[in-house]
């Protein structure tokens, strides 16, 4: 099979496995009385972020091939998330947050290391057969999105918003994912100790440094805040507009009944406005494509608080588009000034 159809599946597999929980996990939190929870379920990926991804990646670097890692992981995400969802089926409205939370954290520890590793296992793959990864790599990226929308529909007409069934299918999708990865190409394991990092500078401490720069700092601070919109987003949306259901003249609106889909207009909304990035860039520069982001995220939630799945779903319609600006332009824009302000022996850990 062609190289880049292979990269492409693994592509799509890998952020399925995340879009069939990530926006409707905190409807059944809330359905089963775990609403003021919901918190922690989002948290808690960001927690296991700081340090799973770098020592998943020094295993990577210096005793196991990345794709035999990525398998690794996916193999052990699945099950904890499987146990989530076959002790959710068997607790029923009786759930214990400290049981269910411990076997979903076990499960996230292991999936947000994929992530980095899957690129990392693209990369190699396309060096090796000669592509130019900067133009090869995003048309095969694009393809993550999609897999992280498909799953969100399928959740969502298979009726599992409220169900920890959501989480069956994201287990079932590691393992598959698990299987599918070892038969990628064998990614080499780095020999030479002079190039590899300490744990301090593989966790990336080191780039702590960055905020003694006053204009880094202030970057920082306020992709911190950002960062507590995009969960927010992602944790509330979908309780948000399901909640609706409570009044009867809503009870029966298409967003109430699909709110998945609904919000999968986002997704779709940053797939396409990655596109306008090169014109508002070049057009306006770093710095006010960034205040766009931030306007961005203010309407993201003004229309969501004035919108309802009525007479007023435009407004929910109109904050699915905004969303693609506010994700996207920060994202880029800010990973181009970091780039610009740090030098590359931590340009990474940045």
Not at 114 to 135: N, Q, R
Request: aromatic share 16%; hydrophobic share 50%; with cysteine.
């Amino acid at each position: 099979m062609n190289l880049k159809i292979r990269l492409t599946i693994l592509n799509f597999i890998e952020f399925a496995v995340w879009g069939a929980y990530l926006t409707s996990m905190g409807t059944y939190l809330a359905d089963v009385g775990l609403g003021s929870h919901i918190g922690w379920f989002y948290s808690v990926q960001g927690i296991v972020s700081i340090f799973m991804p770098a020592l998943m990646g020094i295993l990577a670097d210096r005793w196991m091939e990345g794709q035999r890692v990525l398998s690794l992981c996916h193999t052990l995400a699945g099950a904890f998330m499987i146990a989530a969802s076959w002790y959710g089926y068997q607790a029923g409205d009786a759930v214990q947050f400290s049981t269910l939370f411990s076997l979903y954290s076990l499960s996230v520890a292991f999936f947000m290391p994929t992530i980095a590793l899957s690129y990392s296992v693209a990369y190699s793959a396309l060096e090796k057969a000669g592509f130019d990864t900067v133009k090869a790599f995003p048309p095969i990226r694009v393809w993550g999105t999609v897999g992280f929308i498909v799953t969100m529909w399928i959740v969502d007409l298979c009726g599992l918003q409220k169900t920890p069934g959501q989480w069956m299918v994201s287990g079932c999708l590691s393992l598959v994912m698990a299987a599918y990865s070892l038969t990628m190409p064998r990614m080499p394991i780095t020999k030479d100790e002079s190039k590899q990092k300490t744990l301090f500078e593989a966790l990336g401490l080191n780039a702590f440094k960055l905020f003694l720069n006053p204009r880094m700092a202030t970057f920082m601070v306020f992709a911190m805040l950002l960062g507590f919109c995009l969960q927010i987003s992602n944790g509330y949306a979908n309780p948000f507009i399901t909640s609706f259901g409570s009044i009867p003249e809503y009870q029966s609106t298409f967003g109430v009944q699909h709110a998945n889909i609904l919000i999968s207009l986002s997704q779709m909304s940053e797939t396409l406005c990655i596109l306008l990035i090169p014109f508002f860039l070049s057009r306006f520069g770093i710095k006010r494509v960034v205040l766009i982001a931030l306007l961005g995220w203010v309407l993201r939630f003004a229309f969501f608080g004035l919108g309802n799945p009525g007479s007023g779903v435009w407004l929910f319609l109109l904050s699915m588009i905004v969303y693609g600006v506010a994700f996207d332009f920060f994202n880029i824009s800010g990973s181009l000034f970091v780039n610009q302000v740090t030098d590359d022996s931590i340009r990474s850990s940045a």
